[in-house]
């Protein structure tokens, strides 16, 4: 029985819940932009993503008084499962870094790493490309939930994150990954497990680069990026037919409209000191870049001996285009460089997510029918090529 059962009789239970939904709705159709929502249409399904989803709780919080995660969207796609949460007022099971994003299937579970924003909801187009046979689990940043305090090392993100992985396969043999900063995570996930006489049969590197030693990008540096991934936007616009032109240009629209909260609060946060900025979804985001980011810079890996699939956009930022930025001189094991038909923004985007989740998956099935046992080859690094692209 819900709190709220315990304290109503039925007849108010009944409108309380009723009110529920119907302030669910009107959020919904607020964020979204549609004039109405069904009970059971799913958030993604009508168009929601990551950046939506931070307006989508800010609004949940400042109506419900419920600060949520935003990888309940995961277990709770829909106004009817999200109004049954509220009405717990937390989740029954507590906040936890560890997201089943796609719990089911007979393969070994992939976990795979937030980037530099902390939260997982990218990874649920590449989760469904990878099949309904392929455990997916997200890590999220510590700190999401506004309460729990921020990781600001790469080493002691590895070390909870192995904690929550090892509530699902308490054993290797591990698949890890990661896109961007999450590969950091999950290279020095790999190196304290293999610390500990476990087994990695896959490590993979989506599009990360290794910081050490850099600082943070000036204004000039900044701007050049920020130009170079218009044209990456660009590039993938003319590459698409119609339809797919007409559905990439309303996705920018929704994602520009879900960044602009967290770009508000980062600037006030600066210039006010007012602490109705603390608690808000928004800032918490901003505050969580701030940091993973900071903890790439600070992160001097060491060399690993084991598989590094490096897996690379065709194309690249101008900074980013460094040697030293590879992974070449650290992967000492056998590392494979796999260079996708993509630009960096469009890695984890439909349509263009096909590409890497194909290779992912093919990378799967070679470690699940390697002996038992095996070690890579010392030294051996190789570039695949995917005849069907």
């Given at each position: 029985?819900?709190?709220?059962?315990?304290?109503?009789?039925?007849?108010?239970?009944?409108?309380?819940?009723?009110?529920?939904?119907?302030?669910?709705?009107?959020?919904?159709q607020d964020v979204l932009g549609i004039p109405s929502v069904g009970p059971d249409q799913n958030y993604f399904d009508l168009g929601g993503d990551?950046?939506?989803?931070?307006?989508?709780?800010?609004?949940?919080?400042?109506?419900?008084?419920?600060?949520?995660?935003?990888?309940?969207?995961?277990?709770?796609?829909?106004?009817?499962?999200?109004?049954?949460?509220?009405?717990?007022?937390?989740?029954?099971?507590?906040?936890?870094?560890?997201?089943?994003?796609?719990?089911?299937?007979?393969?070994?579970?992939?976990?795979?790493?937030?980037?530099?924003?902390?939260?997982?909801?990218?990874?649920?187009?590449?989760?469904?490309?990878?099949?309904?046979?392929?455990?997916?689990?997200?890590?999220?940043?510590?700190?999401?939930?506004?309460?729990?305090?921020?990781?600001?090392?790469?080493?002691?993100?590895?070390?909870?994150?192995?904690?929550?992985?090892?509530?699902?396969?308490?054993?290797?043999?591990?698949?890890?990954?990661?896109?961007?900063?999450?590969?950091?995570?999950?290279?020095?996930?790999?190196?304290?497990?293999?610390?500990?006489?476990?087994?990695?049969?896959?490590?993979?590197?989506?599009?990360?680069?290794?910081?050490?030693?850099?600082?943070?990008?000036?204004?000039?540096?900044?701007?050049?990026?920020?130009?170079?991934?218009?044209?990456?936007?660009?590039?993938?616009?003319?590459?698409?037919?119609?339809?797919?032109?007409?559905?990439?240009?309303?996705?920018?629209?929704?994602?520009?409209?879900?960044?602009?909260?967290?770009?508000?609060?980062?600037?006030?946060?600066?210039?006010?000191?007012?602490?109705?900025?603390?608690?808000?979804?928004?800032?918490?985001?901003?505050?969580?870049?701030?940091?993973?980011?900071?903890?790439?810079?600070?992160?001097?890996?060491?060399?690993?001996?084991?598989?590094?699939?490096?897996?690379?956009?065709?194309?690249?930022?101008?900074?980013?285009?460094?040697?030293?930025?590879?992974?070449?001189?650290?992967?000492?094991?056998?590392?494979?460089?796999?260079?996708?038909?993509?630009?960096?923004?469009?890695?984890?985007?439909?349509?263009?997510?096909?590409?890497?989740?194909?290779?992912?998956?093919?990378?799967?099935?070679?470690?699940?029918?390697?002996?038992?046992?095996?070690?890579?080859?010392?030294?051996?690094?190789?570039?695949?090529?995917?005849?069907?692209?």
């Open positions: 029985m819900s709190k709220l059962s315990a304290n109503y009789p039925p007849d108010a239970l009944s409108v309380a819940q009723d009110e529920t939904t119907e302030q669910l709705s009107r959020i919904w990551s950046p939506l989803a931070v307006q989508l709780f800010a609004r949940i919080e400042k109506v419900f008084n419920v600060k949520l995660p935003l990888a309940t969207l995961f277990e709770a796609p829909t106004i009817h499962e999200l109004s049954q949460i509220l009405r717990r007022q937390a989740p029954e099971s507590g906040w936890s870094s560890l997201v089943a994003i796609q719990p089911r299937g007979s393969r070994p579970p992939f976990f795979c790493i937030h980037p530099h924003g902390g939260n997982v909801l990218v990874y649920r187009d590449l989760s469904r490309h990878l099949g309904a046979d392929q455990p997916f689990y997200g890590l999220q940043s510590f700190g999401l939930d506004g309460s729990c305090s921020l990781l600001r090392r790469i080493e002691d993100m590895a070390a909870e994150y192995i904690n929550e992985i090892q509530k699902v396969q308490p054993h290797g043999p591990y698949f890890l990954g990661g896109y961007c900063m999450g590969g950091t995570v999950a290279y020095e996930m790999a190196q304290q497990l293999r610390s500990a006489g476990e087994q990695i049969s896959l490590l993979a590197l989506i599009d990360t680069l290794n910081w050490a030693g850099t600082s943070l990008p000036s204004f000039w540096e900044t701007f050049i990026h920020t130009s170079e991934r218009l044209g990456f936007h660009v590039a993938n616009f003319l590459s698409l037919d119609a339809a797919g032109k007409a559905q990439f240009f309303r996705e920018k629209v929704a994602a520009l409209r879900g960044r602009i909260p967290v770009w508000r609060s980062m600037l006030l946060s600066k210039l006010s000191n007012d602490s109705r900025w603390d608690g808000s979804e928004a800032k918490v985001l901003g505050q969580i870049w701030k940091a993973n980011f900071q903890a790439c810079l600070d992160y001097v890996p060491k060399p690993y001996s084991g598989l590094v699939l490096d897996i690379r956009p065709a194309a690249q930022y101008r900074s980013c285009s460094k040697a030293e930025l590879r992974w070449d001189r650290l992967a000492q094991g056998r590392q494979e460089i796999v260079v996708l038909p993509v630009n960096p923004p469009a890695m984890l985007i439909e349509p263009f997510v096909n590409y890497l989740a194909l290779e992912l998956r093919k990378s799967i099935d070679r470690a699940l029918r390697a002996p038992e046992g095996s070690k890579p080859v010392s030294g051996l690094a190789g570039i695949i090529s995917n005849p069907d692209w």
